[in-house]
């Protein structure tokens, strides 16, 4: 069983940045691409990036598009979230997951989720 774990979460001021990172206890060949969700209260959970792990090509949902930026680490079984110019909105529980479907935002092709971090965006 893969394990996933989130960190990096925390309390932020809007504007400032922090990096989320998500370690895998291994990668195996049906986790071709590693994505980064997120969930608000009452919200439905939503994709926000996500990042091929053999070419590193990335996608981006349009909301986080130029203030954030998903890397991978494959040596370290680590994915980043560089997360920059936070808004209250940003705030969220934040988790990654992986998926053999190619580079998609859709939760529903994605499974082995981590069990999130808590990010506080404060304006």
């Known amino acids: 069983q893969v394990q996933v774990v989130e960190s990096g979460g925390g309390l932020v001021q809007a504007g400032g940045s922090l990096r989320l990172s998500c370690a895998f206890s291994?990668?195996?060949?049906?986790?071709?691409?590693i994505g980064w969700f997120r969930q608000a209260p009452g919200k439905e959970r939503e994709g926000v990036a996500c990042?091929?792990?053999?070419?590193?090509?990335?996608d981006y949902a349009d909301s986080v598009k130029g203030r954030f930026t998903i890397s991978r680490d494959n040596a370290k079984k680590m994915v980043y979230l560089q997360m920059s110019s936070l808004k209250s909105e940003d705030t969220a529980v934040y988790y990654c997951?992986?998926?053999?479907?190619?580079?998609?935002?859709?939760?529903?092709?994605?499974?082995?989720w981590g069990q999130g971090t808590q990010v506080t965006v404060s304006s």
């Open positions: 997951a992986a998926t053999n479907w190619g580079r998609t935002l859709v939760q529903s092709r994605y499974n082995r």
């Open positions: 291994e990668f195996t060949l049906d986790m071709g691409v």
């Open positions: 990042i091929d792990t053999t070419f590193g090509l990335t």
